[in-house]
């Protein structure tokens, strides 16, 4: 169960957030044809025209140039910070966040999974055992914009640290090689089309959790086991995006966000728990020494990765659920789908450990181009002490997990500045700095892997090092005024009240 005050939202899957999209108005069924084939597909277009005017989640149920067609597509489920933050019980932003970075703070909350009987989860009503599998039949491909493979965006993956045997649950890409392209224009081998996957494991240097299980298992020569829960409980997804420490169990988390123990299932053919609710599950295997090439990708930051290097995983066995759902996303030039379902975390955790050391941090807002904006809850005289925003902006710099570390622009305001209002941001830079004394220049930061603009010095493509930069937008009393010019503005309920009374007239 989730709470939202006196009310109970009762969902563990993803059909259950669907039906509550649905009951609100915000997810449509689209009966019209769409083609989603590679180098033909409309659905890079449809994503742009949806949040042109954040428009609703849609299921998509006649595409043409599609493999699977009685499986319908989820599409924009997450596509606005409102749908985001209903995940986790909440309408407002800010209130999800809060929780976020509450229920992360205080581990005591946290709650282990639950372990079902196999005959009891849905995703085991349906077995394709290995000597069956052909991807290229099983599992729905969909293709964005220029794309070469079509990815598994969905999903979150699991594997055991194989020191610890402590698991990781995270999301990660995948990729089907099935009917791909290859960057280099070699041909993917019959056997890799059809039983082989590639995940989005940077290990070499280790980038993310499960590249650092694979790295690890490579030393010690162990193979690596991995689980993919493709369409599960969202707010499984919201735990797997947040970076709590290595070591640590995101089901646990995700227990905690939900206030109950999140129902897992012993999988088939491997030593690992996947949530019992998911729509497929695909079991396999890390294929030593098989790296495999795969690109073009669609990156976050908006631009084509044009070749990447990631293992090989060999898939042993596929279950799914009745009559399943699918659900695909693209990332590109920001705002995209799931952008919302990224920042909710990221923010959440940063909150999380701004607050615990600096009380005076009221909101943290991360755009969908990843600039970072701290909201502070004083200003002025009232600042603990002179330099104050520069303080806070070298704690993101510093701070836990792996996002604050990566913050390419960070942005400290006042309580009086809207953090989500651009252009409230904006003015405050324009009128409460001085670009040389109240900016930080850091040049030795950690990069965002994608970024497209840093030295991409890693085998993998991807950049380790870039600049970044820091603005103190705060009122400078009293590190050079005494006082300062009242701010002019009109309170936000007389404008409410304007509009109230101008209603229908325009």
């Known amino acids: 169960m989730i709470f939202t005050g006196d009310k109970e939202v009762d969902f563990n899957d993803m059909r259950g957030y669907l039906k509550l999209l649905k009951d609100k108005g915000l997810l449509f069924d689209l009966d019209i044809e769409l083609n989603v084939a590679r180098e033909t597909t409309e659905l890079q277009a449809l994503m742009r025209h949806l949040h042109n005017d954040d428009g609703p989640a849609l299921m998509l149920n006649n595409l ?70 052909n991807i290229a039949k099983q599992l729905p491909h969909v293709w964005f914009g220029k794309e070469g493979p079509s990815y598994i965006t969905n999903a979150v993956v699991i594997t055991k640290d194989p020191e610890t045997g402590i698991p990781n649950t995270g999301c990660y890409r995948l990729t089907q090689l099935w009917n791909a392209t290859h960057p280099n224009g070699e041909v993917y081998s019959d056997e890799e089309q059809r039983k082989c996957l590639s995940v989005f494991a940077f290990w070499n240097p280790p980038g993310n959790h499960i590249g650092l299980h694979w790295a690890k298992a490579q030393e010690m020569k162990k193979p690596l086991e991995i689980a993919i829960a493709c369409v599960v409980d969202p707010v499984i997804q919201i735990a797997g995006a947040t970076s709590i420490p290595f070591g640590l169990d995101e089901m646990d988390f995700a227990g905690g966000l939900r206030g109950e123990a999140v129902e897992v299932v012993n999988c088939e053919t491997l030593d690992l728990q996947v949530p019992a609710s998911s729509e497929l599950v695909i079991e396999g295997r890390f294929l030593p020494n098989r790296d495999v090439t795969i690109g073009p990708h669609s990156n976050p930051i908006g631009y084509y990765d044009d070749t990447q290097v990631f293992p090989l995983i060999e898939v042993d066995c596929i279950t799914h659920r009745s009559e399943p ?9 920001p705002p995209f789908d799931h952008n919302y379902m990224a920042c909710l975390p990221i923010e959440g955790e940063l909150l999380s450990d701004l607050q615990s050391k600096i009380p005076e941090v009221k909101d943290v807002v991360v755009t969908p181009n990843l600039s970072y904006f701290v909201q502070l809850s004083v200003d002025g005289a009232q600042k603990p002490h002179p330099e104050f925003g520069k303080y806070v902006l070298n704690a993101v ?7 604050g570390r990566t913050a390419k622009v960070v942005v400290v305001v006042g309580p009086d500045v809207n953090p989500y209002d651009l252009n409230e941001v904006e003015w405050a830079i ?64 007389d404008v409410a009240a304007i509009a109230k009374k101008l209603k229908g007239l325009f």
Not at 88 to 117: C, F, M, N, R, Y
Request: net charge negative.
């Open 430 to 493: 324009l009128t409460r700095v001085q670009p040389k004394s109240d900016t930080i220049i850091n040049q030795s930061g950690q990069a965002f892997l994608m970024d497209p603009s840093a030295n991409k010095d890693s085998s993998h493509g991807i950049a380790l090092q870039s600049e970044q930069i820091g603005i103190d937008a705060t009122i400078k009393v009293f590190e050079r005024f005494d006082s300062y010019p009242e701010y002019s503005n009109s309170d936000p309920e």
């Open 64 to 133: 043409e140039g599609y493999n699977t067609k009685d499986i319908p597509v989820l599409f924009n489920p997450y596509g606005t910070r409102q749908r985001t933050a209903m995940i986790l019980g909440k309408e407002d932003p800010l209130e999800a966040k809060l929780k976020h970075a509450e229920v992360l703070t205080d581990q005591s909350s946290w709650i282990k999974p639950k372990a079902i009987d196999p005959a009891k989860a849905p995703c085991k009503e349906n077995k394709i055992e290995k000597n069956d599998i």
């Open 397 to 403: 710099w510093g701070a836990s997990g792996r996002w």
């Open 325 to 333: 759902i699918w659900y695909a996303t693209m990332e590109m030039m």
